[in-house]
């Protein structure tokens, strides 16, 4: 907004990956916001949570101030000396192991099953590109890196929009899954996640983080949200149908989606670097990539927002 002084407001943000149509239930009253978070509701959070993720033992599941502070935490929690990233990805995870001095290869999806590192990290599905590996395949991995003390991390902060991708049910010694509370719920602001773990790490994490890791608003939506199953399973399908018509609109504007999840489409094209900037003069975020000069990513905007994003995308893309 400070580049763009003399652009339309107010901004529409399509930089990041989130649900346009939050989640709208009880928030924390004034009462619990007066005293500090009873560790019973946070048993609570974490075990309706659990039930969210289908994981039987609520003992595996930590609270967080957000899936960033549980992966900031992990390379702490696994003491990994090396890791394997597939990337491209988020550059926080290879920040977060770097700053723990551990040997950081990113590797690509194709070199997968051949990754001999500690710790493999992988985002599933992948931001930016939407990349899956399906879950009987990532069922094998974990299995196969298991049995050689191997330890596989699967980052599944974009599964609620495909959840038969999800692995954070099937308990292993080798597991660590990361959740996120804030992309499909539409709630960033509260700072939830989950680190899905083995009880011993789970219980490091807790002790790194100290006795109050979440606040009352994020209890309460937490367990409010995680909840009402119904809303889950309207909203995943609601977000299929909203990133399909997304993805109908760029492409009637010339714009090629190679990728995304229902939650961001990724489109590649040269002119990727000019249509940022017309779109910022039109008071329009999205999310260029420096190492990929010719990928823009768009989050979805709201349905009011279609008729507002097209004709910016007419003048931009010409």
């Given at each position: 907004?400070?580049?763009?002084?003399?652009?339309?407001?107010?901004?529409?943000?399509?930089?990041?990956?989130?649900?346009?149509?939050?989640?709208?239930?009880?928030?924390?009253s004034?009462?619990?916001?007066?005293?500090?978070?009873?560790?019973?509701?946070?048993?609570?959070?974490?075990?309706?949570?659990?039930?969210?993720?289908?994981?039987?033992?609520?003992?595996r599941?930590?609270?967080?101030a957000?899936?960033?502070?549980?992966?900031?935490?992990?390379?702490?929690?696994?003491?990994?000396?090396?890791?394997?990233?597939?990337?491209?990805?988020?550059?926080?995870?290879?920040?977060?192991?770097?700053?723990?001095?551990?040997?950081v290869?990113?590797?690509?999806?194709?070199?997968l099953?051949?990754?001999?590192?500690a710790?493999?990290?992988?985002?599933n599905?992948?931001?930016?590109?939407?990349?899956?590996?399906?879950?009987?395949?990532?069922?094998?991995?974990?299995?196969?890196r298991?049995?050689r003390?191997?330890?596989?991390?699967?980052?599944?902060?974009?599964?609620?929009?495909?959840?038969?991708?999800?692995?954070?049910?099937?308990?292993s010694?080798?597991?660590?899954?990361?959740?996120?509370?804030?992309?499909?719920?539409?709630?960033?602001?509260?700072?939830?996640?989950?680190v899905?773990?083995?009880?011993?790490?789970?219980d490091?994490?807790?002790a790194?983080q100290?006795?109050?890791p979440?606040?009352?608003?994020?209890?309460?939506?937490?367990v409010?949200?995680?909840g009402?199953?119904?809303?889950?399973?309207?909203?995943?399908?609601?977000?299929?149908?909203?990133?399909a018509?997304?993805?109908?609109?760029?492409?009637?504007?010339?714009?090629?989606?190679?990728g995304?999840?229902?939650?961001?489409?990724?489109?590649?094209?040269?002119?990727?670097?000019?249509?940022?900037?017309?779109?910022?003069?039109a008071?329009?975020l999205?999310?260029?990539?420096a190492?990929?000069?010719d990928?823009?990513?768009?989050?979805?905007?709201?349905?009011?927002?279609?008729?507002?994003?097209?004709?910016?995308?007419?003048?931009?893309?010409?």
């Open positions: 907004m400070a580049a763009y002084p003399f652009a339309p407001e107010p901004w529409l943000d399509l930089s990041t990956g989130i649900n346009p149509a939050p989640w709208n239930g009880p928030r924390a004034l009462e619990m916001l007066a005293r500090l978070p009873d560790p019973a509701r946070i048993a609570e959070l974490e075990a309706t949570a659990a039930r969210a993720f289908g994981v039987a033992d609520p003992a599941i930590v609270a967080t957000g899936a960033e502070a549980g992966l900031r935490w992990l390379p702490r929690a696994l003491a990994a000396e090396t890791v394997d990233i597939v990337s491209p990805t988020y550059s926080s995870h290879e920040a977060a192991w770097a700053a723990n001095d551990a040997h290869s990113c590797i690509d999806a194709a070199s099953q051949a990754a001999t590192a710790a493999l990290l992988l985002v599905p992948n931001n930016p590109d939407g990349r899956t590996v399906s879950r009987n395949e990532m069922a094998a991995l974990v299995r196969s298991a049995s003390g191997l330890w596989t991390i699967v980052d599944e902060s974009f599964v609620e929009t495909a959840p038969e991708f999800s692995v954070a049910d099937l308990a010694d080798g597991l660590v899954v990361l959740r996120s509370f804030g992309k499909f719920y539409g709630l960033p602001g509260v700072r939830l996640g989950f899905v773990a083995p009880p011993e790490i789970a490091r994490i807790r790194l100290g006795e109050w979440v606040g009352a608003e994020a209890i309460t939506m937490g409010g949200a995680y009402d199953v119904s809303w889950r399973t309207r909203t995943e399908g609601e977000l299929r149908q909203h990133a018509a997304l993805d109908g609109l760029l492409e009637q504007r010339g714009l090629h989606v190679v995304g999840a229902s939650l961001f489409r990724l489109v590649s094209t040269p002119a990727a670097a000019a249509i940022f900037e017309r779109l910022c003069r008071g329009i999205t999310r260029p990539f190492e990929r000069p990928w823009l990513r768009f989050g979805l905007p709201r349905r009011e927002d279609f008729a507002r994003l097209d004709l910016a995308l007419r003048d931009a893309v010409g």
